[in-house]
Protein backbone atom coordinates (compact mmCIF):
# COMPACT_ATOMS: atom_id res chain seq x y z
CA UNK A 1 0.00 0.00 0.00
CA UNK A 2 2.57 2.05 1.42
CA UNK A 3 4.80 1.22 -2.33
CA UNK A 4 2.17 2.22 -4.38
CA UNK A 5 1.03 5.41 -2.61
CA UNK A 6 4.68 6.68 -2.77
CA UNK A 7 4.81 6.87 -6.49
CA UNK A 8 2.52 7.98 -9.78
CA UNK A 9 -0.90 6.75 -8.76
CA UNK A 10 -0.28 8.38 -5.13
CA UNK A 11 0.24 11.65 -7.15
CA UNK A 12 -3.28 10.93 -9.13
CA UNK A 13 -4.64 9.96 -6.07
CA UNK A 14 -5.72 6.87 -7.61
CA UNK A 15 -3.51 4.49 -5.07
CA UNK A 16 -5.77 2.70 -2.33
CA UNK A 17 -3.91 4.20 0.40
CA UNK A 18 -6.12 7.00 0.10
CA UNK A 19 -9.09 4.69 0.40
CA UNK A 20 -9.70 3.53 3.95
CA UNK A 21 -12.62 1.17 2.69
CA UNK A 22 -10.15 -0.67 -0.01
CA UNK A 23 -7.57 -1.16 2.91
CA UNK A 24 -9.89 -2.25 5.04
CA UNK A 25 -10.52 -5.08 2.32
CA UNK A 26 -7.72 -5.77 0.55
CA UNK A 27 -6.32 -6.30 4.45
CA UNK A 28 -9.28 -8.41 4.99
CA UNK A 29 -9.19 -10.49 1.60
CA UNK A 30 -5.48 -10.91 2.85
CA UNK A 31 -6.65 -12.30 6.30
CA UNK A 32 -9.35 -14.77 5.22
CA UNK A 33 -7.50 -15.60 1.36
CA UNK A 34 -4.21 -16.31 3.68
CA UNK A 35 -1.38 -19.01 1.35
CA UNK A 36 -4.07 -21.20 0.14
CA UNK A 37 -5.75 -18.51 -2.36
CA UNK A 38 -3.33 -15.51 -1.85
CA UNK A 39 -0.11 -15.09 -3.18
CA UNK A 40 2.35 -12.13 -2.15
CA UNK A 41 5.59 -11.60 -3.56
CA UNK A 42 8.30 -8.81 -2.73
CA UNK A 43 11.90 -8.27 -4.54
CA UNK A 44 13.52 -6.60 -1.75
CA UNK A 45 17.59 -5.61 -1.59
CA UNK A 46 19.16 -6.24 1.32
CA UNK A 47 22.16 -4.43 2.19
CA UNK A 48 24.36 -4.43 5.87
CA UNK A 49 21.04 -6.11 7.55
CA UNK A 50 18.81 -3.99 5.83
CA UNK A 51 15.96 -4.44 3.42
CA UNK A 52 14.54 -2.13 1.12
CA UNK A 53 11.66 -3.43 -0.49
CA UNK A 54 11.88 -2.52 -4.74
CA UNK A 55 8.57 -4.12 -6.04
CA UNK A 56 5.47 -6.06 -4.51
CA UNK A 57 2.51 -7.75 -6.43
CA UNK A 58 -0.91 -9.47 -4.62
CA UNK A 59 -1.98 -12.53 -6.85
CA UNK A 60 -5.38 -13.99 -6.01
CA UNK A 61 -5.16 -17.93 -7.21
CA UNK A 62 -7.82 -20.20 -7.61
CA UNK A 63 -7.47 -23.67 -8.85
CA UNK A 64 -4.76 -23.02 -11.85
CA UNK A 65 -5.46 -19.56 -12.63
CA UNK A 66 -3.97 -16.20 -10.42
CA UNK A 67 -5.17 -12.57 -11.71
CA UNK A 68 -2.43 -10.16 -10.34
CA UNK A 69 -4.61 -7.75 -8.29
CA UNK A 70 -2.38 -5.26 -7.03
CA UNK A 71 1.42 -4.49 -8.28
CA UNK A 72 3.96 -1.79 -7.40
CA UNK A 73 7.36 -0.61 -7.65
CA UNK A 74 9.71 1.91 -6.01
CA UNK A 75 10.09 4.27 -8.98
CA UNK A 76 13.59 5.60 -7.52
CA UNK A 77 14.85 2.73 -8.71
CA UNK A 78 13.20 2.43 -12.16
CA UNK A 79 16.40 2.62 -14.31
CA UNK A 80 16.74 -1.06 -12.58
CA UNK A 81 12.98 -2.01 -13.85
CA UNK A 82 12.29 -3.82 -9.94
CA UNK A 83 8.76 -4.46 -11.70
CA UNK A 84 9.69 -6.09 -14.67
CA UNK A 85 12.30 -8.05 -12.20
CA UNK A 86 9.43 -8.92 -9.78
CA UNK A 87 7.23 -10.39 -12.49
CA UNK A 88 10.17 -12.29 -14.33
CA UNK A 89 10.77 -13.94 -10.74
CA UNK A 90 7.25 -14.43 -10.48
CA UNK A 91 6.55 -16.31 -13.65
CA UNK A 92 9.49 -18.06 -13.44
CA UNK A 93 8.58 -19.69 -9.93
CA UNK A 94 4.85 -19.87 -11.54
CA UNK A 95 6.25 -22.22 -14.54
CA UNK A 96 8.18 -24.68 -12.08
CA UNK A 97 5.74 -25.17 -10.01
CA UNK A 98 3.21 -26.16 -12.45
CA UNK A 99 -0.30 -25.66 -10.62
CA UNK A 100 -1.11 -22.55 -12.09
CA UNK A 101 -2.21 -22.41 -16.08
CA UNK A 102 -3.11 -19.23 -16.52
CA UNK A 103 -2.21 -15.45 -14.96
CA UNK A 104 -4.47 -12.33 -15.73
CA UNK A 105 -2.77 -9.30 -15.29
CA UNK A 106 -5.97 -7.60 -14.61
CA UNK A 107 -4.46 -4.91 -16.66
CA UNK A 108 -5.88 -2.88 -19.79
CA UNK A 109 -4.93 -5.09 -23.18
CA UNK A 110 -2.01 -2.03 -23.75
CA UNK A 111 -0.01 -2.95 -20.14
CA UNK A 112 2.93 -3.81 -21.57
CA UNK A 113 4.38 -5.28 -18.58
CA UNK A 114 1.46 -8.16 -18.49
CA UNK A 115 2.03 -8.36 -22.21
CA UNK A 116 5.49 -9.47 -21.91
CA UNK A 117 5.38 -12.49 -19.65
CA UNK A 118 1.88 -13.10 -19.80
CA UNK A 119 0.65 -13.53 -23.45
CA UNK A 120 -2.61 -14.96 -24.71
CA UNK A 121 -5.60 -12.13 -24.05
CA UNK A 122 -8.91 -14.07 -22.90
CA UNK A 123 -12.30 -11.54 -23.86
CA UNK A 124 -14.36 -11.31 -20.49
CA UNK A 125 -17.95 -9.41 -19.61
CA UNK A 126 -17.85 -6.47 -17.88
CA UNK A 127 -21.56 -5.88 -15.87
CA UNK A 128 -23.06 -3.34 -13.76
CA UNK A 129 -26.27 -4.84 -12.30
CA UNK A 130 -28.54 -2.63 -9.96
CA UNK A 131 -28.98 -4.39 -6.51
CA UNK A 132 -33.04 -5.03 -6.18
CA UNK A 133 -34.66 -2.14 -4.42
CA UNK A 134 -32.68 0.29 -6.55
CA UNK A 135 -29.53 2.52 -5.36
CA UNK A 136 -30.31 6.20 -5.56
CA UNK A 137 -26.34 6.51 -6.91
CA UNK A 138 -26.45 4.07 -9.50
CA UNK A 139 -27.32 6.24 -12.40
CA UNK A 140 -24.07 8.41 -11.13
CA UNK A 141 -22.15 4.74 -11.05
CA UNK A 142 -23.59 4.01 -14.56
CA UNK A 143 -22.61 7.25 -16.20
CA UNK A 144 -18.70 6.89 -14.40
CA UNK A 145 -18.61 3.21 -15.46
Known amino acids: IALEAAGWKGRAGTA ?12 EMVRLRG ?24 LLTRG ?3 W ?3 IAHDEDEARHSPGVQLVHRLTQDI ?3 GATNRVDS ?8 GEM ?6 AIAHRLIEADGGDRLFPLAAALE
Request: proline share 3%.
Open 16 to 27: IAGRPREIAFMR
Open 117 to 122: FWTGRR
Open 95 to 97: LAD
Open 35 to 58: PEGLRIDRLLRVEEGAEAMLAASV
Open 68 to 70: CLK
Open 106 to 113: CAAAEYRL
Open 64 to 66: DTA
